[in-house]
């Protein structure tokens, strides 16, 4: 594997490409079996440079000359790309979309004649790149491995460059736990259910990839729930709205459910998220799911932050809003929209014994934290796709679940639960009514209060 940064800053992506013909070709000539591949730059420090950029039409062309050879590792530089491009900086927007035009090598031949490639643009080039952080630094490499295992079958063992998963001690927990969980919904939960082993829970994992709530699949999810041999006391975790939330606008401004893809699921304009009347009728459609959880203590994660740090892809016509200067702010603020109308509609429904996490759970709950340290964080906590988590986030998931399961099973989360009853304790006596002193005394002060006012609860 070759790459070199410096090179490509310095004589920018038509000649480094020329030049990577000339190199593949004399190593060619010098070790006939070996096998040369790109290697994707990553900057170790914050440098004034559009590197991103040339990174991006590098990909193109890489992946016009490669086609049909996985030598050229074009889904990690893929990835590459849009990571840098999102830690990107310093570009001027355009009142419209332009095209420019780069002359690349036609083949891998280094006496071929150039070719054109278009390239479409938003914006002016860049000016300056922000240095990876070392959780994003980490998904790129492990990326790179994997696509060198899946592509040229390379015994790399891409789970000894996966990040660990957190151990029970990183819990609140004194003790890992003996308890059993259940997980429904997609993949971000799913992501949790590592973890939460570590952690001491028996997990019943009955989470899909990609899951939205559709009556199909709403009906497939509620036949394995019932194949579910767990007590009726063991709670269970709800991720039911996250990829039914988020959507777009077409071209028409009617909105839409992401288009999925062979590269995954892409949102061809302005990221929005439901309305609440949707979100209603989402919980209308779950009612299957919610009757075969019954009472269980139920814990519902909300739509978590997306296509914030980064686009659902490359292309500039995919999450068209991205380049807004208040976009970050205005996606977190639907997502408080969005949390606190299921808090309210999941009620209004007659679900009982629940409670909705806050979607800054991922971000390790900072309270007080305002919305710059809150759009900060999520980089941290952004796998490379812009819509999983990493390490951090699975973690801090991970710690959320917990502590919510262990404050519905000490009681501590009264307001969750629909049909629990209240006590009071007075005098070493426990009431499950308590005191009237305290109303009758304020109707009596007020003179709407008559006759003789009570004390305690016990003066009847």
């Keep these: 594997m070759i790459g070199s940064a410096t090179h490509l800053v ?44 040339d990174i991006a039409e590098l990909t193109h062309w890489l992946v016009t000359v490669y086609k049909g050879c996985n030598l050229g590792l074009t889904k990690a530089w893929s990835t590459a790309a849009r990571v840098l491009c999102n830690l990107s ?9 332009e095209t420019y035009v780069l002359a690349f090598p036609s083949t891998l031949d280094p ?3 150039l070719q054109s490639f278009t390239f479409r643009t938003t914006s002016s080039r860049p000016t300056n790149l922000t240095r990876p952080s070392v959780e994003t630094t980490s998904e790129l490499v492990l990326g790179l491995v994997n696509n060198l295992t899946s592509s040229l079958r390379c015994d790399l063992s891409p789970e000894d460059f996966s990040p660990r998963e957190p151990q029970a001690t990183h819990l609140p927990a004194t003790k890992p736990c003996a308890q059993s969980i259940i997980l429904v919904g997609a993949s971000n939960l799913r992501a949790t259910s590592d973890s939460l082993r570590g952690a001491g829970y028996l997990v019943y994992d009955v989470t899909t990839p990609g899951w939205v709530a559709s009556p199909a699949k709403i009906k497939l999810m509620t036949e394995n729930l019932a194949n579910v041999s767990a007590d009726k006391t063991v709670p269970v975790v709800l991720d039911l709205f996250s990829n039914s939330a988020f959507r777009f606008t077409q071209y028409d401004g009617t909105p839409s459910l992401p288009q999925q893809s ?28 919610l009757e075969i959880v019954g009472d269980r203590d139920k814990i519902f994660i909300p739509p978590l932050p997306r296509y914030i740090v980064s686009g659902c ?6 999450c068209t809003n991205r380049k807004n200067p208040n976009y970050g702010e205005s996606i ?47 980089s941290g906590v952004s796998a490379c796709d812009g819509v999983h988590f990493n390490t951090v986030g699975k973690n801090n998931m991970t710690v959320a679940i917990h502590k919510t399961v262990t404050s519905m099973n000490d009681g501590s989360l009264v307001s969750s639960r629909g049909t629990a009853q209240k006590k009071f304790f007075w ?28 004390l305690h609860p016990y003066s009847r």
């Design 111 to 113: 006496d071929c004649p």
């Design 332 to 378: 977190l603020k639907e997502l408080t929209r969005v949390q606190n109308c299921m808090k309210k509609e999941v009620r209004a429904a007659g679900v009982s014994r629940y409670w909705v996490l806050g979607w800054d759970s991922v971000l390790g709950d900072p309270a007080g934290a305002t919305v710059a340290e809150q759009l900060a964080s999520l």
């Design 313 to 318: 892809c490359q292309n500039i016509e995919h």
């Design 262 to 289: 062979k590269n995954g699921y892409h949102l061809p304009g302005d990221v929005i998220l439901a309305e609440n009347g949707v979100i209603i009728r989402l919980i209308e459609l779950l009612k299957p799911i």
């Design 89 to 97: 900086s310093g570009e001027t927007p355009l009142e419209k979309p």
């Design 10 to 53: 310095r004589a920018g992506a038509t000649r480094y490409a020329k030049d990577w013909t000339i190199l593949i070709s004399r190593l060619k000539s010098s070790w006939p079996d070996s096998q040369c591949v790109p290697l994707f730059p990553i900057p170790r420090d914050n440098c004034d440079t559009s590197l991103s950029r």
């Design 427 to 454: 005098r070493g006596f426990v009431s499950g009514e308590g005191s009237r002193a305290h109303a009758e005394a304020k109707r009596f002060q007020s003179g709407k209060g008559k006759g003789h006012l009570r």
